[in-house]
């Protein structure tokens, strides 16, 4: 166990849909991290957030936008959803910027 | 951005060999890490290891830094190991991961 959590962990949406991934980071972490994974463009970094703040964009379509609270829980919203937006979609966490631990996924799938 | 290059694509190899990993990348790092993503799609951080040589029990990686590469090291595979290796990187300031294609690795019985 990373101690990273996503929710949920299967999504089952239509094409037009939107949806919201939910992230809590390990304790104490303050960077987030999106990252998706597909079998024709592999494991690809979106976006990062450092304390509430962006501090690095990926492949990052505009159709997705995500956030990090407070709490430092982050959301990752994906909108307008297509058939090729079916991946596995992780977030990940870290302290340092050193090691980065990832969450379990959450595997979405668009029909 | 920088380039990362894993082989061999894919390895079959029997419970109990060895297996030499590579990862290649075209810039300098700041960040390396080895994954292993097992069956059910965790992603399991094994190093984080930008330079030198690190060992836990039967998996060992070693970076060179200076010419671009990095190796892991699998000893006496067991089918548990079985799953995909990536490697991963980031040259630095406010930088994700990338990720190469990763090596294929089934153990068999």
């Known amino acids: 166990d990373s101690g990273v959590t996503q929710t949920p962990k299967h999504l089952i949406t239509a094409t037009g849909q939107r949806v919201t991934l939910r992230c809590s980071p390990r304790?104490?972490?303050?960077?987030v991290y999106w990252y998706q994974q597909s079998l024709d463009q592999g494991l690809q970094f979106l976006i990062q957030?450092?304390?509430?703040?962006?501090?690095a964009k990926g492949n990052i379509l505009e159709r997705f936008s995500a956030q990090q609270f407070p709490d430092l829980h982050s959301e990752l919203n994906l909108s307008s959803l297509e058939l090729g937006d079916s991946a596995l979609y992780f977030c990940?966490?870290?302290?340092?910027?050193?090691?980065?631990?990832f969450g379990e996924g959450s595997w979405l799938t668009v029909v | 951005g920088i380039q990362v290059e894993q082989s061999p694509p894919d390895l079959i190899l029997q419970e109990g060999a060895n297996s030499t990993l590579r990862c290649n990348f075209s810039?300098?790092?700041?960040?390396l890490q080895w994954f292993h993503q097992n069956p059910w799609g965790q992603l399991i951080n094994l190093f984080y290891?930008?330079?030198g040589t690190k060992q836990n029990g039967r998996l060992s990686a070693t970076t060179v830094a200076t010419e671009r590469y990095s190796l892991l090291y699998i000893s006496s595979s067991q089918t548990t190991d079985s799953g995909v290796y990536f490697c991963?990187?980031?040259?630095?300031?406010?930088?994700?991961?990338?990720f190469g294609k990763g090596t294929h690795l089934i153990i068999q019985p």
């Open positions: 991963a990187v980031s040259g630095g300031g406010a930088d994700g991961l990338t």
């Open positions: 957030y450092y304390n509430g703040e962006e501090r």
């Open positions: 290891i930008p330079s």
């Open positions: 810039d300098s790092v700041n960040n």
């Open positions: 990940a966490s870290s302290a340092t910027g050193n090691t980065i631990y």
């Open positions: 304790s104490g972490d303050l960077s």
